[in-house]
């Protein structure tokens, strides 16, 4: 099965549990050595969900947005992100340079175009900006990739 993520960063720690529990619970459901995380690996759920795939033993695709994608994430996820890069089975990259929002739009429609299912980590809000989970959320809708949205009760962003 092969799972993509999407999901709202800059979580409070209580919510980050709450959403780590979502996540490691929704990674069960599915049997291990089929298991494929499809992620662009963000600081907080992309990340929080590639750990608990690999953690079970299932593979890890990345999808990088932009060249520059690595040095616009915060640098205390540099260790992280460059960790889970090493563990990837594939990774997929857009061709852009610029890591903006459209193209980190680019990525997750590669990402959702690449998957079975899309996990999402959304409060069920608009966007923030371009690129946000709910613009991911209404792609992987529009395509009619299966979407399952994690979020826990009374939590907010």
Same mark, same amino acid.
């Given at each position: 099965?092969?799972?993509?993520?999407?999901?709202?960063?800059?979580?409070?720690?209580?919510?980050?549990?709450?959403?780590? #529990?979502?996540?490691?619970?929704?990674?069960?459901?599915? &049997?291990?050595?089929?298991?494929?995380?499809?992620?662009?690996?963000?600081?907080?759920?992309?990340?929080?969900? #590639? %750990?608990?795939?690999?953690?079970?033993?299932?593979?890890?695709?990345?999808?990088?947005?932009?060249?520059?994608?690595? =040095?616009?994430?915060? %640098?205390?996820?540099? &260790?992280?992100?460059?960790?889970?890069?090493?563990?990837?089975?594939?990774?997929?990259?857009?061709?852009?340079?610029?890591?903006?929002?459209? =193209?980190?739009?680019?990525?997750?429609?590669?990402?959702?175009?690449?998957?079975?299912?899309?996990? =999402?980590?959304?409060?069920?809000?608009?966007?923030?900006?371009?690129?946000?989970?709910?613009?991911?959320?209404?792609? #992987? %809708?529009?395509?009619?990739? =299966?979407?399952?949205?994690?979020?826990?009760?009374?939590?907010?962003?």
């Amino acid at each position: 099965m092969r799972v993509g993520i999407t999901g709202h960063r800059g979580l409070n720690k209580e919510v980050e549990a709450q959403v780590r #529990a979502l996540l490691d619970k929704a990674v069960s459901r599915y &049997e291990a050595a089929e298991l494929v995380a499809i992620s662009c690996i963000a600081d907080g759920p992309d990340t929080w969900f #590639a %750990e608990a795939v690999l953690k079970r033993g299932g593979r890890l695709e990345v999808v990088i947005p932009a060249t520059e994608y690595r =040095a616009g994430l915060p %640098e205390r996820h540099h &260790e992280a992100y460059d960790r889970l890069m090493s563990r990837a089975a594939e990774v997929h990259e857009t061709g852009m340079n610029e890591s903006t929002s459209e =193209a980190h739009q680019a990525g997750s429609e590669i990402l959702v175009g690449l998957a079975e299912e899309l996990l =999402a980590v959304w409060d069920g809000m608009p966007a923030r900006g371009f690129g946000g989970t709910a613009d991911v959320v209404a792609y #992987a %809708e529009r395509t009619g990739v =299966a979407l399952r949205v994690l979020w826990p009760e009374s939590a907010s962003r």
